[in-house]
């Protein structure tokens, strides 16, 4: 087995070392001189003030002539480099005899150092010196009253030997994250490619990256001068070669090479699943007391976020330490002490790869097709595919995603501390996980579960036409605070739905009946809206914390009858992620099973490893509502992509130039970001579950601030079900490429 090395050098020098400093105690320097009558209790209390870490207490025991050879900072800094060699949380010691000699004294004892990462380090026969002053004792204090045997010229050492980190797979047994993978790298030269701005798109394209970052990137080089470009990962590099060696001329390698490989923690698809598996990195600072109460020492490779956080322990084993005493040339002066290393294991997810890939590459390539249209504007995007029979997470994005890679010290990328920052301080907040951290107003996807309230608490006759008019009168019917709402079709410029049963007011997004039903639901009882989204795990985390902290939603119960016809079709104060809708509607395809999302499948049982855990399935709940409520809700979400006059995602699905080959059922929805005078876009949202007869998956997908969600959030779904179904693939539609026309819903509409 290959294994990996890695070494932290303390030293801990006495006399002429790297450490000393002639300079006396500035002013204020602790602390007041400390004096006890009996050289026994002095090294009680300095041993005892070191057991608590009380470094300032314990120089207070060091005398005159010691302080001025070690200032405090000095001493403080030969404690601290020694405590975090060694990992010191304490010292047990048993005095045996006391030696007086004139003005001077010697303490003899036995000392343990403990660690919780070495166990006990036995330090017998110490010798500890004091020196008279008035009225009492003081110690002559040299660095080997630290350890027995640390003198000048001599140095602590903490030797780690890592075990190769284990891999994470896909529900299929496909790498995620493969370690020892083959990963490529790209440099260009501008006069060598064919197409310099076909090349820039490509690589966007290819790494996941705007446009923008890659075109300023060549705008920094003169055209014959050769760059590092960036890493790519080996199966994207493999399928897209003849591209890049056409556009991007890295088949002509006469005086640079262009393409290099190497061999490292491979994370499969450049960043695809970089908000699932997270990314490794040096322990940072302000972590560092966590990992080292786990046995970690500065400098050691740690997971930081997602699958390689929480599963740090069976992805990297704990390494073989070694604790010496040497010389600064090498020589071993004293072993110290040393820990056994334990066995890594793989983690297998519910992920399947492909879908995954097709689900982040699907938003970036939306983004870079709209880049003169809605994407510029939008905030970013979330995406979530689950096992409509099981809650398993079969595809998690979140644009913008970045390369996990550039965290590792030993990736090829070129000033990666200034990648790490544009990501850090980016307004698009890629490391932020947009599908469970960010919560959103979902607009008429909220309409599915209005539905199935109004409809089990008996509040229209599904017999009963509504007619569905451009405008609503509430005011005075209800106490509404306007006396009339607009349907989103005035805006659209379209006519009205007219009369429509209770599953085409969905079907058509039919503002009016949803209005209405807010405000019966609201006569009726203030919490029938919110008890019942509350049963389909709104306003309530799902407890995937994995994956970063979590945001619940919100549900607030409505005040009065304007809020309550907010609420009802997805505005007002309801607030959700994509991670919970995408849960919920999973309820409705099973008709009534909230299923707790999960992404990890099983810890070992691959890599010829013992299975340690593996996951289940876990009920949340079972919703008590009537087989025919949910037939209804079918009904209406079957028909939004397939009825030609009433669908909101008509044109998308059965009215696109590509129908497609398999069927499904969703609902758009469109919700306002801000007011109406802000001019801030709208929240793109379109959720599904596929096939329609006997569903398997439940998509949720948004889009903040961009457009309408049958314009923007519907071609995305689209792209990942023709993936999902192995269909032809729909373009996007053409007028993503066309400037961009603002959308200003009026107040309170939802379409």
């Known amino acids: 087995m290959v294994q990996r090395y890695a070494a932290l050098l303390l030293l801990l020098l006495a006399g002429c070392d790297p450490f000393a ?8 320097a602790p602390p007041v001189a400390v004096v006890r009558q009996s050289p026994e209790d002095v090294v009680r209390g300095f041993l005892e003030a070191w057991n608590r870490l009380e470094l300032p207490a314990m120089y207070g025991y060091v005398s005159p002539p010691s302080r001025e050879r070690y200032p405090y900072d000095i001493f403080e800094r030969r404690y601290t480099v020694a405590q975090d060699a060694i990992g010191f949380s304490g010292i047990t010691y048993r005095i045996d005899r006391v030696a007086l000699q004139g003005v001077t004294a010697a303490v003899y004892y036995d000392a343990e150092l403990q660690s919780p990462l070495f166990g006990s380090i036995p330090d017998p026969d110490r010798i500890m010196r004091l020196v008279q002053v008035d009225n009492g004792w003081q110690i002559a204090w040299t660095p080997m009253d630290i350890m027995n045997g640390l003198a000048s010229e001599v140095s602590m050492q903490v030797l780690s030997r890592f075990p190769p980190r284990a891999s994470i797979y896909d529900r299929n047994g496909d790498f995620v994250v493969q370690e020892g993978g083959t990963i490529v790298t790209i440099s260009v030269v501008q006069q060598d490619m064919n197409d310099v701005e076909g090349c820039i798109t ?7 990256r705007p446009r923008l970052d890659i075109a300023r990137l060549f705008q920094n080089y003169n055209d014959d001068t050769f760059f590092y470009v960036g890493e790519l990962d080996v199966d994207q590099y493999n399928l897209e070669r003849g591209n890049l060696e056409d556009l991007c001329g890295l088949a002509d390698e006469s005086q640079f090479r262009k393409v290099t490989q190497y061999q490292g923690r491979r994370y499969v698809g450049q960043g695809t699943a970089a908000h699932i598996t997270g990314y490794i990195a040096p322990i940072p600072a302000d972590r560092l007391a966590q990992f080292q109460a786990q046995g970690y020492q500065a400098g050691d490779i740690v997971g930081i976020s997602g699958v390689e956080f929480w ?12 604790l010496r005493m040497a010389e600064i040339g090498g020589t071993v002066i004293r072993e110290l002490g040393g820990t056994s290393g334990t066995d890594t294991f793989p983690v297998q997810l519910t992920i399947d790869m492909g879908l995954q890939n097709a689900t982040s590459r699907a938003i970036h390539e939306a983004f870079l097709y709209a880049a003169n249209n809605w994407a510029p504007r939008a905030s970013g995007a979330a995406a979530v595919v689950l096992d409509v029979n099981s809650g398993a997470i079969l595809a998690l994005a979140s644009y913008p995603t970045f390369d996990p890679a550039v965290f590792n010290p030993d990736s090829s990328y070129v000033d990666p501390g200034t990648i790490i920052a544009g990501l850090v301080n980016s307004p698009l907040r890629p490391l932020v996980n ?4 960010e919560q959103y107003a979902p607009g008429s996807v909220y309409k599915i579960f209005t539905l199935i309230a109004a409809d089990a608490e008996s509040l229209w006759n599904p017999a009963e036409l509504f007619n569905c008019e451009l405008l609503w009168y509430g005011g005075e019917r209800f106490g509404d605070a306007r006396e009339f709402r607009q349907d989103w079709r005035v805006v659209d410029e379209l006519p009205a739905a007219g009369e429509i049963t209770m599953s085409e007011a969905l079907t058509a997004s039919c503002n009016p009946f949803f209005w209405e039903m807010g405000a019966l639901m609201f006569r009726r009882s203030a919490s029938i809206q919110s008890d019942y989204d509350s049963l389909f795990g709104f306003g309530s985390r799902t407890g995937l914390s994995l994956l970063g902290q979590e945001a619940a939603g919100n549900l607030a119960r409505p005040s009065n009858i304007a809020s309550a016809i907010n609420n009802a079709i997805g505005q007002g104060d309801v607030q959700v992620t994509a991670l919970q809708m995408a849960a919920a509607v999973t309820a409705v395809a099973n008709r009534g099973t909230l299923y707790a999302p999960y992404i990890v499948q099983q810890v070992g049982g691959l890599e ?6 593996e996951a289940r399935p876990r009920v949340v709940r079972t919703l008590e509502i ?12 079957c028909q939004v992509p397939t009825n030609r006059n009433l669908g909101t995602s008509w044109r998308i699905f059965n009215g696109s130039e590509v129908p497609p080959a398999y069927s499904s059922c969703g609902k758009t929805g469109t919700a306002q970001a801000g007011t109406a005078e802000s001019g801030v876009p709208p929240n793109a949202w379109y959720v599904a579950f596929a096939p329609a007869d006997n569903p398997q998956i439940a998509i949720a997908v948004v889009v903040p601030t961009s457009r309408e969600g049958s314009e923007v959030a519907a071609p995305i779904t689209r792209r990942i079900l023709d993936y999902y179904f192995n269909a032809p693939v729909a373009p996007f539609p053409e007028w993503w490429e066309e400037d961009y026309v603002p959308v200003r819903p009026p107040e309170g509409v939802s379409g």
């Open 311 to 322: 599963y740090q322990t069976e992805l990297a084993g704990r390494p073989e330490r070694f």
């Open 21 to 28: 400093a002639s300079a006396p105690p500035e002013a204020g």
């Open 608 to 613: 010829d490893t013992a299975l340690r855990e």
């Open 202 to 208: 490509l690589l966007a394209r290819l790494m996941l």
């Open 434 to 437: 947009k599908a469970v951290q």
């Open 626 to 637: 009537p087989a025919e409520v949910f037939d209804r809700a079918w009904e209406g979400m």
